[in-house]
């Protein structure tokens, strides 16, 4: 029998619906439980695989490995000496993420020096092999997180963030986040009738269009932290494709900053059917072809832009809704302009969603256009 672990995969807060989605189409499971930056499921390690090649919205997944009580730091020590540490440790050294809330033990660097001292006495008792001496294994991450004196010990399985997919090393200023810029084009692009270009007027290094075309196509360019552990020793990730794609059959991504579309441009996979021009968007048409715009403009904060940002960006939208009429148009934009664009000629909102951007308040809208 195929062993089940209790996993929690952290979600950027306000993507929880979409990962979900995500999940129920490419790999489902129930029940998951959703909470806010996070969905919490059981499942056994070919799903932590598939998981882990084919989710694009996730940042990382988490396997939670004990839950006790604990109020004072013999305790917290005698339960961390007792831990079966052989299962699931692939380095004597790991990292520790402590976070603490009313509860008795709140001193997060004690806490870290009592688990470390019970790690090292563990291991004397259940001595690590040399395979991380051998295979230059990488220390992995515990989580602690204690809350009303409850503990959950958990182990990162995935090591760097899932959203560094290895696939582009190439970015602009400004570059979106992988696993924003999968979610935003899955959920612009996943109930389309009708195939589309995906447009970009404002591509930077492209990662709205390579996740858009991208987002059914498992990948393993990148290690997970779980090839090293214990539990997973002696097998292999074999890519499971899926059998379906975003309505997309090419992108159009423009920018005017042509330096970088050049080196983005050598960088890509040259299978994948995206066109980069150098070409100031808010001039020239940007298709014929029936497309759904989607993009991040520059914000005014790292990337200048012309004159105030308000109308800058009332300019770009005025020009991309009258004279582009995508079938759909969205982007994100900080919140505090949300006022600026509520009312499209011809357009009618279809979704808007709040959520944090590097620690700014966002709002990713999506407008349709009226038949
Ligand atoms: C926030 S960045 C986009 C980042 C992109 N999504 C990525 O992941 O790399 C905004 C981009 O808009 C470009 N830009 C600004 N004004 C433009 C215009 N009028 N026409 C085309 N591109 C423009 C900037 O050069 C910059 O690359």
């Known amino acids: 029998m195929n062993v089940s672990y209790q996993l929690f995969l952290v979600i950027p807060p306000g993507l929880e619906d979409l990962a979900l989605k995500e999940i129920e189409l490419k790999c489902p499971v129930s029940p998951i439980q959703v909470h806010k930056g996070g969905l919490e499921l059981k499942a056994d390690l070919s799903w932590i695989i598939k998981a882990h090649t084919q989710l694009k919205i996730p940042t990382r997944i988490l396997m939670r490995l004990s839950t006790f009580k604990t109020r004072d730091f013999p305790k917290l020590y005698q339960k961390f000496v007792s831990f079966k540490w052989n299962d699931y440790l692939s380095h004597p050294e790991p990292e520790w993420e402590i976070s603490c809330s009313k509860s008795r033990l709140m001193h997060t660097g004690r806490i870290e020096e009592t688990v470390k001292k019970a790690l090292t006495e563990a291991m004397r008792k259940q001595p690590l092999g040399k395979d991380w001496e051998k295979k230059h294994h990488s220390p992995q991450t515990f989580y602690i997180r204690i809350v009303d004196d409850d503990l959950t010990l958990s182990l990162d399985l995935s090591g760097e963030p899932l959203y560094k997919r290895g696939l582009q090393k190439i970015k602009g200023e400004a570059p979106i986040r992988e696993n924003f810029a999968a979610a935003f084009a899955f959920e612009i692009l996943h109930d389309l009738k009708t195939e589309v270009t995906l447009v970009d007027p404002m591509c930077g290094s492209g990662t709205l269009l390579t996740e858009g075309l991208t987002f059914y196509r498992p990948l393993h360019l990148r290690k997970f932290s779980f090839e090293e552990a214990p539990f997973f020793k002696g097998k292999l990730i074999k890519?499971?494709?899926?059998?379906?794609?975003?309505?997309?059959?090419?992108?159009?991504?423009?920018?005017?900053?042509?330096?970088?579309?050049?080196?983005?441009?050598?960088?890509?996979?040259?299978?994948?059917?995206?066109?980069?021009?150098?070409?100031?968007?808010?001039?020239?048409?940007?298709?014929?072809?029936?497309?759904?715009?989607?993009?991040?403009?520059?914000?005014?904060?790292?990337?200048?832009?012309?004159?105030?940002?308000?109308?800058?960006?009332?300019?770009?939208?005025?020009?991309?809704?009258?004279?582009?009429?995508?079938?759909?148009?969205?982007?994100?934009?900080?919140?505090?302009?949300?006022?600026?664009?509520?009312?499209?000629?011809?357009?009618?909102?279809?979704?808007?969603?709040?959520?944090?951007?590097?620690?700014?308040?966002?709002?990713?809208?999506?407008?349709?256009?009226?038949?």
Request: hydrophobic share 40%; charged share 30%; aromatic share 10%.
């Open 239 to 371: 890519l499971e494709s899926l059998d379906r794609s975003l309505p997309v059959t090419k992108a159009l991504g423009f920018d005017i900053n042509g330096e970088l579309l050049a080196k983005v441009v050598k960088e890509l996979d040259a299978k994948l059917p995206i066109t980069l021009k150098n070409q100031d968007s808010l001039v020239k048409k940007l298709t014929t072809d029936e497309s759904v715009i989607l993009c991040n403009p520059p914000y005014g904060e790292r990337i200048q832009i012309q004159g105030k940002r308000g109308s800058f960006l009332k300019e770009a939208w005025e020009k991309f809704m009258q004279e582009d009429r995508p079938l759909r148009f969205g982007w994100v934009l900080p919140s505090d302009m949300d006022d600026l664009f509520s009312k499209a000629p011809g357009y009618h909102l279809k979704t808007k969603r709040h959520l944090k951007n590097g620690g700014m308040a966002v709002t990713f809208w999506i407008w349709e256009r009226e038949s």
